[in-house]
């Protein structure tokens, strides 16, 4: 399965990836609009593990338009 | 500083402990992992406390808050709750916009932050 990390703390960010992998494939973005592009492209990630307060992704205003999303399951984190 | 072989708590200053079982515990006993993170961490600190410093002297609070916001994670992930708490009041102080309240938090951080960073450069067999 495909999950999508988008996590702008470069010590988190490497973490999540060595947990998930290698049972998943992971897509993973530093970025808020990087996260958003990578949503857009064909066959996208199903699952998005998104940190709730990076930059370009500030949770709620960018929640409604991540939910919208079709097929995709969001878990957010505020820490 | 000491280091409790019975506990594996790392001290550093007499209050300030510093579990390193219970960091590598979080990084699912992935020992390589722990090392990474370390370093990581090792490159990333300074540009959160350069960011603090900006944000003080530009008078800017935005910039205390994230990056302290960030230093706080990161803290917390490691275990070091004390030094911890110190990023949560500069994060607090930075949203409330009352950057002269920062001046002495910040320099307490400075303060223990410097005996992590030394802790974990030894343990990373880092040159300081």
């Known amino acids: ?79 | 500083m000491t280091i409790d072989d019975t506990s594996k708590a790392v001290h550093l200053a007499p209050s300030i402990p510093w579990s390193r079982a219970n960091a590598l515990q979080r990084m699912d006993g992935d020992e390589k992992l722990l090392l990474e993170i370390l370093q990581i961490f090792l490159q990333e600190y300074p540009k959160q406390i350069a960011q603090m410093d900006r944000g003080l002297a530009e008078l800017k609070p935005d910039l205390l808050e994230q990056a302290a916001h960030s230093l706080k994670g990161e803290l917390g992930f490691l275990g070091v709750p004390e030094i911890e708490h110190l990023a949560r009041q500069l994060e607090e102080i930075g949203r409330r916009r009352q950057l002269t309240a920062a001046v002495d938090v910040l320099a307490s951080l400075k303060e223990q932050l410097s005996g992590f960073v030394e802790i974990i450069r030894n343990d990373v067999g880092a040159e300081p």
């Open chain 1, 1 to 79: 399965m495909k999950i999508l990390i988008a996590e702008d703390d470069a010590l988190f960010r490497r973490t999540l990836e060595e947990l998930l992998l290698p049972a998943y494939e992971l897509q993973v973005a530093a970025h808020g609009d990087e996260a958003w592009a990578l949503l857009q492209r064909p066959d996208p990630p199903k699952l998005a593990i998104l940190d709730g307060v990076m930059p370009g992704l500030a949770v709620p205003n960018s929640a409604a338009k991540y939910a919208a999303l079709p097929r995709l399951l969001l878990l957010t984190l505020f820490c």
